[in-house]
């Protein structure tokens, strides 16, 4: 079986956690990378082993040897480099947020539609175990009718700080919890009221909340909070809980199974989403990305995560920061 050959590119952090992801899939190859900044494109050369290797996207995208691009940069280049892809008929998957304004997301889910090649965004949550059960037993109406539902995704000062002068916690991580409460009720909220705080000195709030309305029918609380103390036990602080007319759920994804105690004090390191086993990493990410090969592979559209839906998600979210500079709720629409 020929492999299915990635490029990525963006390979800072997270672009070198899609790479470890990618080399353990089997049936797919890193086959080429691109980083506009020459010392980490090094550095993730010797890495990764990739001898194609480019400060120029482009050159990435002409490579025909090239079948799927993952895009990993800032969020505010993905619609750049995302409507470049899939015109030059690449499979592209596309990390979230999907671009920078709900415009430039429409712009790529029309671009999808006459491109060669797939287009999906990671919205890993869609692929964690315990999300998927969660939504298989809400679908067979084990709980009844959502009536409320509440998402909590707060991180430490230190990663909070480091992204507060790139990304909102509403944008960056609420954005999970938004499309999340979107895929379960299966359809938009018709309300959205948002709400931000600034405590540090950056260029985004601290923390921002947001209350989605389903009519009369439901009401959700998104929170993501990014100032938490230091020595706070979780990576990520994160649960999901959901009330119906006949039961109650419970996602939590804050506790991972494992407690390590040392000098520095108590943590519980990620068990669920990229962690490495055996010199391998694993988890949802590796799942998502082979999701997508086989997709690929296969000929079919990504149907976990549409296009339109991870627009509508981050639509979602700009009007609750909309909604948060103007202190009122605001009306939600969505082409």
Not at 92 to 109: H, I, N, Q, R, S
Not at 159 to 168: A, E, N, T, V, Y
Not at 248 to 259: E, K, P, V
Request: a negative charge; proline letters at 6%.
């Amino acid at each position: 079986m020929k492999p299915i050959r990635w490029g990525i590119i963006g390979v800072g952090r997270f672009g070198s956690v899609h790479a470890r992801a990618i080399r353990s899939l089997p049936g797919s190859e890193l086959a080429a990378l691109a980083n506009r900044n020459p010392e980490r494109l090094a550095a993730a050369r010797e890495e990764f082993g990739v001898t194609d290797c480019t400060t120029d996207y482009r050159e990435l995208l002409a490579n025909p040897a090239v079948d799927i691009v993952s895009i990993t940069t800032h969020w505010k280049d993905h619609h750049e480099i995302a409507l470049a892809a899939l015109a030059a008929g690449k499979h592209v998957f596309l990390e979230k947020p999907m671009a920078a304004t709900a415009a430039e997301c429409l712009d790529l889910v029309q671009a999808a539609e006459t491109s060669a090649g797939h287009l999906m965004v990671g919205h890993i949550c869609r692929f964690d175990p315990r999300v998927t059960l969660a939504k298989d037993a809400l679908d067979a109406g084990r709980i009844g009718r959502i009536v409320s539902m509440h998402a909590r995704r707060n991180l430490p000062k230190a990663p909070g700080h480091i992204r507060l002068d790139k990304i909102s916690p509403l944008i960056g991580d609420g954005i999970h919890d938004i499309d999340l409460m979107l895929w379960f009720m299966g359809k938009s909220p018709t309300e959205v009221y948002g709400r931000n705080v600034k405590v540090s000195d950056h260029a985004y709030p601290d923390l921002g909340w947001a209350m989605l309305h389903f009519g009369e029918d439901a009401i959700g609380v998104v929170e993501t909070v990014w100032c938490l103390p230091e020595n706070v036990p979780t990576t990520i602080d994160a649960r999901f809980e959901i009330i119906g007319t006949e039961g109650t759920l419970s996602i939590d994804a804050a506790h991972t199974g494992l407690s390590i105690l040392d000098g520095n004090g108590a943590k519980m390191p990620d068990t669920v989403y990229w962690p490495t086993q055996h010199g391998r990493q694993i988890g949802a990410l590796s799942v998502e990305l082979d999701y997508f090969a086989t997709c690929v592979r296969t000929g079919t559209p990504p149907t976990v995560i549409t296009p339109h839906e991870a627009a509508r998600a981050f639509a979602v979210a700009e009007t609750a920061e909309r909604s948060a500079l103007a202190k009122r709720p605001l009306p939600f629409e969505f082409g």
